[in-house]
């Protein structure tokens, strides 16, 4: 995946979450799979196949508007860094497409319009690279700068109806993490992991 320097806008957003991501995806290896993450009621090997889903999903969402089916959270791992580096680029290219962040898209939770589900797909890609590289022993002090500005912006868009129990909900309660802490660290914090 090609490098670009930060910019919030537009698919640069998306692209950043994706090499931070795909930088931990490498750091991986099989014996890490069964590991326990900060996502309670997953294994590295889930949080790799929601991740790729993710990606897939979301990539499928800013092509058409609309997705049938949710991912396939059962597809297997596989050579899981070469296909989420090829899904990636696919996902930053949709979000790039002329329109794409004024098109209305149809998510589960409603319709919204793509400026606001790039921020979804980058905050979930992101937070659940945090997720890996805490599970895998590598550091989750990952692109300051990004996770302070995923930080900021999902502060103003996630509802406290979404936090809850784990497999319940799709975010934990706020954890308290000190302001010295890395921005990454902070923003898991805030979608309810323990740095």
Same mark, same amino acid.
């Given at each position: ?9 537009? =698919? ?5 979450? %994706? /090499? ?17 993450? !900060? %996502?309670?009621?997953? =294994? ?20 058409? $508007? ?18 989420? $580096?090829?899904? #990636? ?27 606001? %589900?790039?921020?979804? #797909? ?21 692109? !300051? ?23 319940? #909900? ?8 000190? /302001?010295? #802490? ?14």
């Amino acid at each position: 995946m090609v490098e670009v320097s930060f910019d919030p806008v537009g =698919a640069r957003i998306v692209q950043r979450a %994706c /090499s931070s991501t795909q930088a931990v995806l490498a750091g991986i290896s099989e014996t890490d799979l069964d590991r326990p993450t !900060p %996502c309670a009621s997953w =294994a590295v090997s889930e949080v790799i196949k929601h991740v790729l889903g993710s990606a897939a999903y979301f990539a499928d969402l800013a092509e058409s $508007g609309v997705v049938a089916d949710e991912a396939d959270e059962d597809a297997g791992v596989g050579d899981f860094n070469d296909t989420f $580096g090829l899904t #990636a680029t696919r996902l930053v290219a949709a979000f790039d497409a002329p329109g794409a962040l004024d098109k209305i898209l149809k998510m589960p939770i409603g319709d919204l319009p793509g400026s606001v %589900c790039i921020w979804i #797909a980058s905050g979930d890609i992101f937070a659940h690279g945090w997720d890996l590289a805490k599970a895998t022993g590598q550091s989750t002090d990952l692109d !300051p700068d990004l996770a302070e500005t995923i930080l900021r912006r999902l502060n103003t868009m996630l509802p406290d109806s979404m936090r809850g129990p784990d497999g319940k #909900a799709p975010f934990g309660p706020k954890v308290d993490v000190p /302001s010295s #802490a890395p921005a990454a660290d902070r923003l898991a914090g805030y979608l309810g992991r323990t740095p």
